[in-house]
């Protein structure tokens, strides 16, 4: 990718979590961006304070613009999306995970722009078949709820668009794996545990975590391969300007930590002394809950993706660092 280039890239999703730390990014190296969302976000949000957002489109209004006049841009990263795990609309979930996201990636078809999309973790399920990004194996994915399956659906659409023949010039696609660090208290339930925690130990001096009920698992011992948000940036980052050709790659650190190590490096950069207790998953959640989750980072290493990612520590500090900041 050209970073002297004065066409824009098209970011959707800029006012989400992920979304707001890329165009940060851009911002620091001059890329401009037109950034989609829904308007009010980019209002309400004041994590994202400071961040110049260039061009905004409504979410909404955004396909049929293109359709009338397409915007100049010299890639699309495709952020956006509805990423609540308890969404049990299958509909509006095929809506808004699954159809625009094929509207997307046949407008940059059609006009041969790059295109580079958030796919997700939860597409492995109870990971029963492993956390390995083997394209010819996806189809055997079993998801544990509708938002995992619709982010699968698209990952096999698009394998099913490149054997037709029809793809952008490049393209990749990114598994997420649990995303944590500034600018996510807007997800509310859905934000990290990190937040959660830095908030409960300055209120009450303590976390409270889920028990586990598996047995060989110890409370807090549920485990996830938790990655810094400054590290997700770098990887997208590095999709444009490599180019990547063309894929599905996972994007994890390859280490699972425990929820008991999130939160005792969330009290130690805090400077206190860990108190923990844990309650009852709750009966909606038990079914669908993941008791661990561990990329294997191979494929990106292969495709020549070969810096470190932050520690759980370093990076739990760092964000506990900006949420002592933002409070003044």
Known sequence: MDTNAS????????????????????NQS?????????????????????IDFGTIV??????????????????????GACTDTTEYDVEYLKRVNLEYSQALWTFATK??????????????????????????????????????DSKLQFDLW???????????????????FN?????????????????????????????RLFKSHREGIEHGHQARDFIYVRDVVDVLFFALDKP???????????????????????FRALGREPDIEYFDTPLELRERYQYFTQADMKKLRRAGYMHPFTSLEDGVHAYVQKLLAARG
């Open 158 to 176: 698009v394998l099913e668009e490149e054997k037709a023949g029809r793809t952008p010039p490049t393209w990749s696609g990114f598994k997420f």
């Open 179 to 207: 995303v944590y660090g500034f600018g996510e208290r807007h997800k509310r339930k859905m934000a990290s545990v990190v937040v959660a925690a830095f908030d409960q130990i300055l209120e009450k001096g303590r976390v």
């Open 111 to 148: 006009h041969a722009i790059p295109f580079v999309y958030a796919s997700s973790a939860a597409t492995y399920g109870e990971g029963e078949k492993g956390y390995v990004d083997d394209e010819s194996k996806m189809h055997a994915l079993v998801p544990l709820n509708p938002y995992g």
């Open 30 to 50: 001059e890329i401009p961006v037109i950034s989609v969302d829904a308007p009010q976000y980019f209002r309400e949000r004041t994590e994202h304070a400071g």
């Open 7 to 26: 066409s824009p890239l098209l970011v959707t999703g800029a006012a989400g979590f992920v979304g707001a730390r890329f165009v940060a990014r851009c």
């Open 244 to 266: 990547l050709r063309r894929g599905i790659y996972n994007l994890g650190t390859g280490e699972a930590r425990t929820f008991e190590d999130l939160a005792k490096a969330t």
């Open 58 to 79: 409504d979410r909404e209004l955004l396909l049929d613009q293109l359709a009338r006049a397409p915007l100049p841009m010299r890639a699309i990263i495709h952020l």
